[in-house]
């Protein structure tokens, strides 16, 4: 949808091949090393027949879907009208840090909902609504959890121009003052240091 709007994507191709790492190879191995729990090893067999996705599958996926895409339509329209420190790059513009602050917002949210996806997976039952329950169980998930969130701070913060990421802080956006630009963006501060120099 971004891609028909904005007239390009809002990942540069080497995001979507971190995204495409962490949904298909790291997600895949932290959840085919998860233990299996005694309630599952109780559960009678599926015959061959049956379908693969049960109805508690479908209704996680639906509403996982619908969460991600209202989150980052949000992130691709709402936020840069309510922030102004925000600039959306329009496509015939170069990536620069200040232009780029925008998509490395989305990126940086797109892929955690991708960890936190992967850690609500591990449940698929509509009876179980503690997804961290016996999370400590599987050392090699906690480790691609963490190793994910920390690669991906890295990523954001000393990605730059081959990433098309600008560098984001914790101070980045102040929700109760969105129109004073000068405290809510780090990029703009950086901006403002590397022009006096």
């Not at 480790?143 to 991906?152: C, R």
């Amino acid at each position: 949808l971004g891609v028909v709007i904005l007239g390009e994507s809002p990942l540069s191709s080497v995001q979507m091949l971190w995204v495409n790492l962490i949904m298909d190879t790291f997600a895949a191995l932290a959840l085919a090393t998860e233990p299996p729990t005694s309630s599952l090893l109780a559960d009678s067999p599926y015959s061959k027949n049956e379908s693969i996705l049960t109805a508690d599958m479908i209704r996680n996926i639906f509403w996982q879907v619908f969460y991600q895409i209202s989150v980052l339509l949000c992130l691709l329209f709402v936020v840069p009208w309510y922030f102004t420190s925000i600039t959306i790059k329009n496509n015939i513009e170069a990536w620069t840090y200040e232009n780029g602050l925008h998509y490395t917002i989305i990126f940086h949210a797109f892929v955690l909902m991708q960890v936190f996806n992967l850690i609500n997976s591990r449940r698929l039952s509509s009876n179980e609504y503690n997804v961290f329950a016996g999370i400590f169980s599987n050392w090699i998930l906690v480790g691609i959890v963490i190793g994910i969130t920390i690669l991906q701070v890295c990523l954001i913060e000393y990605g730059g121009i081959a990433l098309k990421c600008t560098p984001l802080t914790l101070s980045l956006i102040h929700i109760s003052e969105p129109t004073r630009p000068e405290r809510n963006s780090y990029a703009v501060f950086c901006l403002k240091q590397k022009n006096q120099i």
